[in-house]
């Protein structure tokens, strides 16, 4: 992994789609395992939200995090399936400069090895400014996997968006 230099720690915020945890019906189990690796890669948690699966809501959060917060990295879990709530790509790739497909992709093919459902996963993965968004599945299970996919790229991608040189040597 490459480590963020410590005179640039990396800012993230947290955000969880979820109707029945907004509504106060169920615990936000995949946030936290979100807010646990983010020290794994030198993160700090600047904020932490719980909404509703509302598209205007969720590119207004998103827009808030990269533009107004200016944190380095959101992750969002929840809303990524194919039902007709599931908006959270959508809302993503509404509000991102570009997608990063690469990431996403990673993250579906070791998901499909795990279980077929993977397949139905649409998470997205893009850049609004100097933020890299990154939608993961509801479950705290895919959240896990994915978190494992992510962790020795993100604090390179990082480097990468604040303009920092890279020799792009993949981790060992």
């Given at each position: ?29 995949s946030g936290d ?102 939608n993961l599945p ?35």
């Open positions: 992994m490459t480590a963020v230099p410590k005179e640039a720690s990396l800012r993230a915020a947290v955000m969880t789609m979820s109707d029945m945890g907004a509504r106060g019906e169920r615990a936000d189990t395992r979100i807010v646990e690796f983010l020290p794994t890669i030198g993160a700090e948690l600047v904020e932490r939200a719980l909404i509703a699966d509302e598209r205007e809501q969720i590119k207004a959060q998103l827009i808030r995090f990269a533009d107004e917060l200016k944190v380095d990295l959101v992750i969002t879990t929840g809303g990524t399936g194919i039902s007709p709530r599931d908006v959270t790509p959508d809302a993503t790739a509404a509000v991102v400069d570009y997608q990063v497909p690469g990431i996403a992709e990673a993250m579906r093919v070791y998901s499909v090895q795990k279980t077929p459902f993977g397949m139905l996963s649409r998470q997205v993965v893009g850049v609004r400014g100097r933020t890299l968004i990154v509801g479950s705290p299970k895919g959240v896990a996997e994915c978190l494992e996919v992510l962790q020795p790229v993100l604090g390179h991608a990082v480097l990468m968006l604040r303009g920092f040189p890279s020799d792009h040597v993949p981790p060992s």
